[in-house]
Nanobody, 115 residues
Framework: QVHLVESGGGLVQPGGSLRLSCAAS????????MGWYRQPPGKQRELVAT???????NYADSVKGRFTISRDNAKNTVHLQMNSLKPEDTAVYYC?????????WGQGTQVTVSS
């Protein structure tokens, strides 16, 4: 089992930046995949960015070139740097860890992009 805690959400103007962090309660080396999902208002949860233990990354087309996922293995933390934010990026962002056959989720952090 793993406990995930997100931080870094908030209100930002269009074009601005935010950095989300996800702290895991155990080594992230043990996880097959880890990353970020989001759930916009009234919509289903969707993938934002993930990486596998092998180091490969995957981004949603809508965030490519604007968002960057990274990790700090020593601190068991995953980050999501979000630049050039748009109103359509408004959502609750969730950290996810996949340790087969289970998925673990954080409590979510709200990101609101509005002028």
């Amino acid at each position: 089992q793993v406990h995930l805690v997100e931080s870094g959400g908030g209100l930002v103007q269009p074009g601005g930046s935010l950095r989300l962090s996800c702290a895991a309660s155990r080594s992230i080396f043990s996880m097959y995949a880890m990353g970020w999902y989001r759930q916009p208002p009234g919509k289903q949860r969707e993938l934002v960015a993930t990486f596998t233990s092998g180091g490969s990354t995957n981004y949603a087309d809508s965030v490519k070139g604007r968002f960057t996922i990274s990790r700090d293995n020593a601190k068991n933390t995953v980050h999501l740097q979000m630049n050039s934010l748009k109103p359509e990026d408004t959502a609750v962002y969730y950290c996810n860890a996949h340790i087969a056959p289970f998925d673990y989720w954080g409590q979510g952090t709200q990101v609101t992009v509005s002028s």
